[in-house]
């Protein structure tokens, strides 16, 4: 079994920045972490994926070069730095895990635990 809780999440200009935690909890190593963004009325969207030992990492287009996934292993934490926030990406932020497979998992019929997400809402 696997908890997970996220953090971080707020209010912020246009511009501005953000970094969410996941804190974990149970055997995570044996997971594959991601960060999924859902915007009222619209599907949960894939944001960024990372293996504990940080080696495999995928990021959606959307965030590409804005956004930074990272984890330390010792905290049993997974983080998602967000800078050059735009209005777009208001949404809740939800953290998962999914069994560590071959195939990266960029969906999130693949991810098996899920926190219960952090609100963000950038404003312009």
């Known amino acids: 079994q696997v908890q997970l809780v996220e953090s971080g999440g707020g209010l912020v200009q246009a511009g501005g920045s953000l970094r969410l935690s996941c804190a974990a909890s149970?055997?995570?190593?044996?997971?594959?972490m991601g960060w999924f963004r859902q915007a009222p009325g619209q599907e949960r969207e894939f944001v960024a994926t990372?293996?504990?030992?940080?080696?495999?990492?995928r990021y959606a287009d959307s965030v590409k070069g804005r956004i930074t996934i990272s984890a330390d292993i010792a905290k049993n934490t997974v983080y998602l730095q967000m800078n050059s926030l735009k209005p777009e990406d208001t949404a809740v932020y939800l953290c998962?895990?999914?069994?560590?497979?071959?195939?990266?998992?960029?969906?999130?019929?693949?991810?098996?635990?899920w926190g219960q997400g952090t609100q963000v809402t950038v404003s312009s």
């Open positions: 998962a895990a999914a069994t560590y497979s071959m195939i990266v998992p960029l969906t999130a019929s693949e991810y098996d635990y």
């Open positions: 149970g055997r995570t190593f044996t997971y594959v």
């Open positions: 990372i293996t504990w030992s940080g080696r495999n990492i």
